[in-house]
């Protein structure tokens, strides 16, 4: 079963703009959530994430939300930039010892910045 | 290493013969990850160890999959007897500290295909 999804395969936003990566989840021991960025050929890296005690964390143009009762979180690219293009993975893990712990991956959604 | 090796980058293997992955994590870093992400969707985990003790093994194959790091050695992921449904890339991850589950880096992959 899917526990993590993102149901939007790609999103195609014009550069300055505000984009928007949606994930929702069903296991609601999930504590902790983390957003990567995947460019081909490489391995995933690291860009944001947020605790479940927390609604929203904020990195210079990325924010991330979090919505408990909805199991949904969001991420928000304000402004967008061509660099951006890639595929970017919503990933949930539980339990202490964060870096020790499995993560669960939605399917991914490639976001595509047009000039 | 600042970064996490993976080789071979691709493996081409006929159906039944075997394959042996290598990953050699960042030096330092505590806990080495595995995962399989098939035709480009969701990350599946598959084994990760602290050190050279297997720490959480829940997606590992039962069969024809086995894994180790030993000291001193790359980690690897070995699939016995490999089957079509075995194409994929499969990462390696590695974190220095238990609590940060952020500090998470990726190799970039190695590409298996069996024919």
């Known amino acids: 079963d899917q526990q993590v999804k993102q149901n939007s395969p790609s999103l195609s936003v014009q550069e300055g703009r505000i984009s928007i990566l949606n994930c929702d989840y069903t296991?609601?021991?999930?504590?902790?959530f983390l957003w990567y960025k995947k460019y081909p050929a490489e391995g995933p890296t690291f860009l944001i994430s947020?605790?479940?005690?927390?609604d929203k964390n904020e990195d210079g143009r990325f924010t991330v939300f979090l919505n408990k009762s909805a199991k949904h979180l969001s991420l928000h690219i304000v402004p967008s930039q061509p660099g951006d293009s890639a595929v970017y993975f919503c990933?949930?893990?539980?339990?202490?010892?964060?870096?020790?712990?499995?993560?669960?991956f939605g399917q991914g959604t490639r976001l595509t910045i047009n000039p | 290493g600042e970064e996490v090796a993976q080789t071979p980058k691709h493996l081409v293997r006929g159906e039944g013969q075997k394959a042996k992955l290598y990953c050699a994590p960042i030096k330092g870093h505590s806990y080495v990850f595995w995962y399989q992400q098939v035709l480009k969707n969701e990350f599946k985990f598959l084994i990760s160890?602290?050190?050279?003790?297997?720490?959480?093994e829940t997606g590992m194959p039962k069969e024809r999959f086995s894994a180790k790091c030993l000291p001193n050695s790359p980690c690897s992921l070995e699939i016995q007897a490999t089957k079509l449904e075995d194409s994929a890339v499969y990462f390696c991850?590695?974190?220095?500290?238990?609590?940060?589950?952020?500090?998470?880096?990726f190799g970039s992959g190695t590409q298996l295909s069996v024919l």
């Open positions: 160890f602290q050190n050279e003790n297997v720490f959480d």
């Open positions: 296991n609601s021991m999930f504590d902790y």
């Open positions: 947020i605790s479940s005690i927390k």
């Open positions: 991850a590695s974190s220095l500290q238990p609590e940060q589950n952020e500090k998470l880096f």
């Open positions: 990933a949930a893990s539980e339990g202490p010892n964060r870096g020790a712990q499995k993560l669960v």
